[in-house]
């Protein structure tokens, strides 16, 4: 009974009913590129492309989000650039600050006085937090740890729980903690074949009318190399 009370009232009580006003008003905002945001969620200095969707309790800020790349629930992104038809799961993180390993000590109040609390420094001397870039049709399965300053290429896929912490070639899976190299989705010729094709780039009139030509890689070079 308390959480069926709690639930309505986290809906319809005054933090539901601002919630519910933001949502509105970020629609609104972002009307033109067919934004899916669910009821509880935080966004900050974000751009994003057409036909994103948001998972509820997703935060977002200082980041740039491509076209039709989804995020899942409870999923945190600072400081990050997405390519285009990303899929990224739930309780993802990426851009985590960094703690000198060679200092005396790796607590902030003796290299950073950014003053989130009591500090010591009279400046910052490390950078603390790198931004992620993630190329374009990138899987990112749930739980995984993108750490700051790291690059994954186009296509590729990180596996669930994983914790990056060095690039990411395209089209390679790369899992475990901390992530390593598992194979690569291709051979190097199709793979280059489909990194120079760009298909993410396409109108969407290409994907309505040849998507079932996506679901077999060999027809897809094969017809799209005559046609494009």
């Known amino acids: 009974m308390g959480f069926g ?14 919630r519910n006003i933001k949502r509105s008003l970020d629609l609104r905002k972002y009307k033109n590129l067919n934004l899916r945001l669910p009821l509880k969620y935080g966004i900050s200095n974000t751009v994003f492309g057409k036909n994103n969707c948001i998972g509820e309790s997703v935060m977002i800020s200082n980041s740039k989000i491509g076209d039709y790349t989804y995020i899942n629930n409870n999923t945190v992104i600072q400081d990050t650039t997405i390519g285009k038809f990303c899929s990224i799961g739930e309780n993802v993180r990426m851009v985590l600050g960094t703690h000198p390993i060679n200092f005396v000590s790796t607590h902030p109040a003796f290299y950073s006085n950014n003053k989130q609390f009591k500090t010591f420094s009279d400046k910052t001397y490390i950078e603390e937090f790198k931004g992620v870039t993630l190329g374009n049709d990138v899987w990112v399965a749930d739980g995984a740890v993108i750490m700051g300053g790291v690059t994954i290429g186009n296509g590729a896929i990180v596996a669930a729980r994983s914790v990056v912490t060095k690039d990411v070639e395209p089209f390679s899976i790369v899992g475990g903690v901390p992530a390593k190299h598992i194979k690569y989705r291709f051979d190097k010729e199709t793979i280059d074949k489909i990194n120079n094709l760009e298909w993410w780039n396409w109108d969407e009139s290409i994907f309505l009318e040849k998507f079932k030509i996506f679901q077999d890689t060999q027809e897809f070079i094969k017809h799209f190399s005559n046609h494009k």
Not at 5 to 18: D, E, Q, R
Request: overall charge positive; proline content about 7%.
């Open 5 to 18: 009370i709690n639930k309505i009232l986290s809906n319809y009580g005054p933090l539901g009913i601002a």
